[in-house]
């Protein structure tokens, strides 16, 4: 269901001295969406962050967040938006409810407000028990949760999350995701930064991929693997005898053949080739099975660096 | 494109929010409650070991109260240069960890993602130091007049009474030149330890080197003490500047002049002799005594102000990543 356009960035730039950190980054999300900003570390997702929450200047460019400009109204859109820094910290001497209350009141919450919100909150992510213990008892998914319910309780447009499934065990961290959805159903455009690709993948609507410093591509999973991997489909053929890998590449629409070990090998091809493959290997392997494979984001990922890398070398 | 920039929203938003937690952290963490005591038990021992002094010694002088405040009996040193002391020592470790203590817990980020400005969290918390600051001192000074009180057995007089305000004024704004130095460190330096030091070692240079270095500087200025003709007028002059260099110097200037009402000038005086017997022999009155520290208290406030402008400055510039 994405409506408005919430966040907007245009040519978006920040230079520490002769180092680009974000070069002419353009990104734009619309409200009840999710977006995955993927990268290797150093190549600019957290300044971009910072940058669209009015944390650091821009060196150029120009930014739109919740309708406002995060250089000129960076109070507005702070109102606005709720952040989840991945490292995050509490004040360990105070309890989980005194420091939630004080980013609420610093937010400009009533306190009637505070109360209500931080009940309903805390229940959400699953701490309603411990709510009054002081952070120093909290183990780091503890603190995770909690920071997600501190913006929870701010209801923002925008949830900025950044790295924020680091430390989560994998029950939590499915927990922690079906709270992101849950965000989304609210109609809250989320930014989500990760490592975990398969994570970015089940919950993220379309993905951004940061590579020193530039937006290297954006689009929904199907379309990024289209662009990397030539074509959009994947399939895994597995048989006995014959030089397969040769027999695989002759095949017309085959863009790329590689083998997975043991039998199995992997194909990527323009179109669902799985009839052709069959017809044409029938006759001359031992064919024990052809799969369908969804085109998986770490596939993406990996390819795309590797040409990066051979790029340069 | 950027001069013409203007932010939007107060840069006070949040500020009360600001002082109202790092006040109630400072007045409830161990820390404070280990340095009053500290504080508290010298000052009065100071002052009850004054007050017995008095009463064995002098039978009537005019200003008793606050004889109270600058008598020193071995071995103990008077109220007003324990205070002089250890106030330093109390403004260092309110502030130290202000900063860079929000930058190692992580919090830094999550306060600063709240529509606040940078301005409202540091000067946030240099108030709520200083309040903190004046909340121990006023209760101590309360205390201190109390006991006279009590052990002298006769109220203060007016004078007296607003000569102290003035001390207590004078105190808190010494207090705030610690405060801002160690505010500023808190800022500069990432490790807490390291800023605590380099204040603590602000703090020995200027209360126990200052004495030593401030000749050693003039003469390499103005040459010897003692010129051919008597004693160096401008050795003198040079000394006194690189002195009035150090807050301890105003701080103890102003003391004087407030608390020792008899103070008719800081530093050397030059006059003739009919001039000097031309001077009428009594203390000063109050209005005078604040003519004569003005500068100095000016000069506190100053260098408070400029301390914190650099801290301010340093604050804006910093990026908020780790």
Same mark, same amino acid.
């Given at each position: 269901?994405?409506?408005?356009?919430?966040?907007?960035?245009?040519?978006?730039?920040?230079?520490?001295?002769?180092?680009?950190?974000?070069?002419?980054?353009?990104? +734009?999300?619309?409200?009840?969406?999710?977006?995955?900003?993927?990268?290797?570390?150093?190549?600019?997702?957290?300044?971009?962050?910072?940058?669209?929450?009015?944390?650091? +200047?821009?060196?150029?460019?120009?930014?739109?967040?919740?309708?406002?400009?995060?250089?000129?109204?960076?109070? +507005?859109?702070?109102?606005?938006?709720?952040?989840?820094?991945?490292?995050?910290?509490?004040?360990?001497?105070?309890?989980?409810?005194?420091?939630?209350?004080?980013?609420?009141?610093?937010?400009?919450?009533?306190?009637?407000?505070?109360?209500?919100?931080?009940?309903?909150?805390?229940?959400?992510?699953?701490?309603?028990?411990?709510?009054?213990?002081?952070?120093?008892?909290?183990?780091?998914?503890?603190?995770?949760?909690?920071?997600?319910?501190?913006?929870?309780?701010?209801?923002?447009?925008?949830?900025?999350?950044?790295?924020?499934?680091?430390?989560?065990?994998?029950?939590?961290?499915?927990?922690?995701?079906?709270?992101?959805?849950?965000?989304?159903?609210?109609?809250?455009?989320?930014?989500?930064?990760?490592?975990?690709?398969?994570?970015?993948?089940?919950?993220?609507?379309?993905?951004?991929?940061?590579?020193?410093?530039? %937006?290297?591509?954006?689009?929904?999973?199907?379309?990024?693997?289209?662009?990397?991997?030539?074509?959009?489909?994947?399939?895994?053929?597995?048989?006995?005898?014959?030089? %397969?890998?040769?027999? %695989?590449?002759?095949?017309?629409?085959?863009?790329?053949?590689?083998?997975?070990?043991?039998?199995?090998?992997?194909?990527?091809?323009?179109?669902?080739?799985?009839?052709?493959?069959?017809?044409? %290997?029938?006759?001359?392997?031992?064919?024990?099975?052809?799969?369908?494979?969804?085109?998986?984001?770490?596939?993406?990922?990996?390819?795309?660096?590797?040409?990066?890398?051979?790029?340069?070398? | 494109?950027?001069?013409?920039?203007?932010?939007?929203?107060?840069?006070?938003?949040? $500020?009360?929010?600001?002082?109202?937690?790092?006040?109630?952290?400072?007045?409830?963490?161990?820390?404070?409650?280990?340095?009053?005591?500290?504080?508290?038990?010298?000052?009065?021992?100071?002052?009850?070991?004054?007050?017995?002094?008095?009463?064995?010694?002098?039978?009537?002088?005019? !200003?008793?109260?606050?004889?109270?405040?600058?008598?020193?009996?071995?071995?103990?040193?008077? &109220?007003?240069?324990?205070?002089?002391?250890?106030?330093?020592?109390?403004?260092?470790?309110?502030? &130290?960890?202000?900063?860079?203590?929000? &930058?190692?817990?992580?919090?830094?980020? #999550?306060?600063?993602?709240?529509?606040?400005?940078?301005?409202? *969290?540091?000067?946030?918390?240099?108030?709520?130091?200083?309040?903190?600051?004046?909340?121990?001192?006023?209760?101590?000074?309360?205390?201190?007049?109390?006991?006279?009180?009590?052990?002298?057995?006769?109220?203060?007089?007016?004078?007296?009474?607003?000569?102290?305000?003035? !001390?207590?004024?004078?105190?808190?704004?010494?207090?705030?030149?610690?405060?801002?130095?160690?505010?500023? !460190?808190?800022?500069?330096? #990432?490790?807490?330890?390291?800023?605590?030091?380099?204040?603590?070692?602000?703090?020995?240079?200027?209360?126990? !080197?200052?004495?030593?270095?401030?000749?050693?500087?003039?003469?390499?200025?103005?040459?010897?003490?003692?010129?051919?003709?008597?004693?160096? *007028?401008?050795?003198?002059?040079?000394?006194?500047?690189?002195?009035?260099?150090?807050?301890?110097?105003?701080?103890?200037?102003?003391?004087?002049?407030?608390?020792?009402?008899?103070?008719?000038? $800081?530093?050397?005086? $030059?006059?003739?002799?009919?001039?000097?017997?031309?001077?009428?022999?009594?203390?000063?009155?109050?209005?005078?005594?604040?003519? *004569?520290?003005?500068?100095?208290?000016?000069?506190?406030?100053?260098?408070?102000?400029?301390?914190?402008?650099?801290?301010?400055?340093? &604050?804006?510039?910093?990026?908020?990543?780790?």
């Amino acid at each position: 269901m994405p409506g408005d356009t919430v966040i907007r960035a245009e040519a978006l730039t920040k230079r520490y001295g002769s180092k680009l950190a974000v070069d002419h980054v353009d990104l +734009e999300v619309a409200a009840g969406e999710i977006v995955g900003i993927l990268g290797p570390n150093g190549s600019g997702k957290t300044t971009t962050i910072l940058m669209l929450l009015g944390l650091t +200047e821009p060196t150029s460019g120009r930014a739109m967040v919740a309708g406002f400009d995060p250089l000129r109204d960076p109070l +507005e859109v702070k109102r606005r938006v709720g952040y989840l820094p991945d490292q995050i910290g509490f004040y360990e001497n105070m309890s989980a409810r005194d420091n939630l209350a004080y980013t609420a009141r610093l937010a400009g919450l009533t306190r009637r407000e505070i109360d209500e919100r931080f009940t309903a909150a805390l229940d959400r992510v699953g701490l309603s028990e411990v709510g009054d213990s002081r952070v120093t008892t909290y183990s780091q998914g503890m603190r995770q949760r909690l920071g997600l319910a501190e913006v929870l309780m701010k209801r923002p447009s925008v949830a900025v999350l950044d790295e924020p499934t680091t430390a989560l065990d994998p029950h939590s961290t499915a927990e922690f995701l079906d709270m992101i959805r849950g965000l989304k159903a609210e109609g809250t455009a989320v930014l989500l930064s990760s490592h975990h690709l398969d994570q970015v993948q089940s919950v993220c609507d379309r993905v951004a991929l940061f590579h020193n410093g530039r %937006l290297a591509l954006s689009g929904t999973v199907t379309e990024l693997a289209a662009e990397v991997l030539g074509g959009g489909h994947v399939i895994d053929v597995e048989a006995h005898g014959g030089d %397969l890998p040769k027999l %695989l590449a002759a095949i017309p629409g085959v863009v790329r053949v590689q083998a997975l070990g043991g039998d199995r090998y992997r194909v990527d091809c323009q179109s669902d080739l799985r009839g052709d493959i069959a017809r044409r %290997l029938a006759p001359k392997v031992d064919l024990v099975g052809i799969y369908f494979a969804a085109p998986s984001l770490n596939e993406v990922y990996a390819r795309y660096f590797a040409e990066a890398r051979d790029a340069v070398a | 494109m950027r001069s013409l920039r203007r932010r939007g929203g107060s840069p006070w938003t949040g $500020l009360g929010t600001v002082v109202a937690k790092e006040t109630a952290d400072h007045l409830s963490s161990a820390r404070m409650r280990i340095l009053e005591a500290l504080l508290f038990l010298t000052a009065i021992a100071a002052a009850y070991a004054a007050i017995r002094q008095i009463r064995a010694t002098i039978g009537e002088s005019p !200003f008793l109260f606050l004889r109270l405040l600058t008598m020193a009996q071995d071995p103990l040193p008077s &109220f007003i240069s324990l205070l002089g002391f250890l106030i330093p020592l109390v403004a260092i470790a309110l502030a &130290f960890d202000a900063v860079n203590g929000e &930058f190692n817990r992580r919090t830094l980020s #999550r306060v600063l993602a709240q529509p606040i400005y940078r301005d409202a *969290l540091l000067l946030g918390k240099f108030l709520a130091g200083l309040l903190s600051l004046t909340i121990g001192l006023l209760s101590l000074w309360l205390l201190v007049i109390g006991l006279g009180l009590l052990l002298l057995g006769l109220p203060p007089s007016s004078e007296e009474m607003v000569r102290m305000l003035g !001390f207590l004024v004078a105190t808190i704004a010494y207090g705030g030149v610690w405060l801002a130095l160690a505010l500023l !460190f808190s800022v500069l330096f #990432r490790a807490p330890a390291t800023a605590a030091l380099a204040a603590l070692g602000t703090w020995l240079m200027f209360s126990l !080197f200052w004495s030593v270095i401030t000749p050693i500087v003039t003469s390499l200025i103005a040459g010897p003490a003692e010129g051919v003709l008597g004693p160096n *007028l401008r050795f003198l002059q040079v000394q006194q500047i690189i002195d009035r260099l150090s807050p301890n110097t105003l701080y103890a200037e102003t003391t004087l002049a407030l608390l020792n009402p008899s103070t008719r000038a $800081l530093g050397p005086v $030059l006059v003739t002799l009919s001039e000097a017997r031309s001077m009428v022999p009594a203390p000063l009155p109050v209005t005078q005594s604040f003519v *004569l520290i003005w500068p100095q208290l000016t000069g506190l406030v100053a260098t408070t102000i400029l301390i914190f402008a650099i801290a301010y400055i340093l &604050f804006q510039r910093q990026e908020i990543r780790a």
